[in-house]
């Protein structure tokens, strides 16, 4: 390595990892902005009780494709800060430059723990941005479901409502019937009784006509005074025709 530029590449590579560093702190800054973003939309959304000055007028499924798109971006650039920091390991390993070792090593260790920070940076923000984004669409799914359950609820119990609407129709169905087998009951048991009444009349007549055939006397009895009321009345007529033709003589005359 040293032969092909010496101090010259170690400043090329020093001169790359800046570069790269910078590059990668303002990548991170506006990563974390985004994510804070995200969450502050999100918090809005449910609740409209608070809103955040870093709320976005993206909507959230722009977001996610800027989110995509940065992550992959720093990926990229710490891919290529880590090589950069493998070619300047390599070149502290590189035959005549142990007179400078412990500067170069130094400044290596200072480039790897930028590296290191960046990293875990970069890996909590992105956590972060997706275990937010793994709540939301839980929530999300749970809203949904929630208003699948109550539009289904409607519909149960407008179902429920009907089927109570037809149960009490058939309860006064019931209940019609129940007062038409009463009445036709009553009318059975009135008309039995009468049967029965128009029996007894029945067999008092036929006890009587018996009576009468067993006993001719009685009979013949019976028939005079028939006759004698007969008589009785033809003659009261007779009486009453007789008179009543005088009085229209009279009045004639």
Same mark, same amino acid.
């Given at each position: 390595?040293?032969g ?7 400043e ?10 910078n ?6 800054v506006?990563?974390?902005?985004l994510?804070?973003?995200?969450s502050s ?10 809103r ?19 992550s ?19 070149y ?5 430059t ?9 400044? *290596?260790?200072r480039? @790897? #723990?930028? %590296?290191?920070?960046? &990293?875990?940076?970069?890996?909590? !923000?992105k956590?972060?941005? +997706? ?9 999300g ?6 208003e699948?359950?109550?539009s ?11 089927f ?7 309860r006064n169905?019931?209940?019609l019937?129940?007062d038409?087998?009463?009445i ?19 067999g ?22 028939? *006759?004698?009321?007969? @008589? #009785?009345? %033809?003659?009261?007529? &007779?009486?009453?025709?007789?008179? !009543?033709?005088?009085?229209? +003589?009279?009045?004639l005359?």
């Amino acid at each position: 390595m040293a032969g092909i530029g010496g101090s010259n590449y170690w400043e090329d590579l020093r001169k790359q990892a800046r570069q790269l560093e910078n590059e990668l702190d303002l990548k991170l800054v506006s990563f974390s902005k985004l994510c804070t973003s995200y969450s502050s939309s999100r918090d809005g959304r449910r609740g409209d009780t608070y809103r955040s000055d870093t709320t976005p007028l993206l909507n959230n499924s722009t977001q996610d494709r800027m989110f995509d798109t940065m992550s992959v971006e720093i990926e990229q650039l710490l891919a290529k800060l880590t090589l950069v920091n493998d070619k300047m390991a390599e070149y502290t390993n590189t035959p005549g430059t142990a007179s400078l070792n412990a500067a170069l090593m130094h400044t *290596l260790q200072r480039h @790897r #723990d930028i %590296l290191q920070d960046y &990293t875990h940076e970069f890996h909590k !923000t992105k956590g972060n941005f +997706l275990a937010i984004r793994e709540r939301e669409d839980l929530l999300g799914s749970v809203r949904k479901d929630i208003e699948s359950y109550k539009s289904g609820s409607g519909v149960n119990n407008r179902r429920t409502e009907m089927f109570l609407k037809e149960h009490e129709h058939l309860r006064n169905s019931d209940r019609l019937m129940d007062d038409t087998i009463s009445i036709a009951m009553a009318t059975k048991e009135n008309m039995t009784s009468q049967r029965g009444f128009l029996k007894s009349i029945q067999g008092r007549v036929n006890t009587l006509a018996n009576i009468l055939y067993r006993f001719p006397t009685i009979n013949n009895l019976i028939q005079r005074i028939n *006759l004698r009321k007969r @008589r #009785d009345s %033809l003659i009261l007529g &007779t009486v009453i025709g007789v008179c !009543t033709i005088l009085l229209l +003589l009279y009045a004639l005359h």
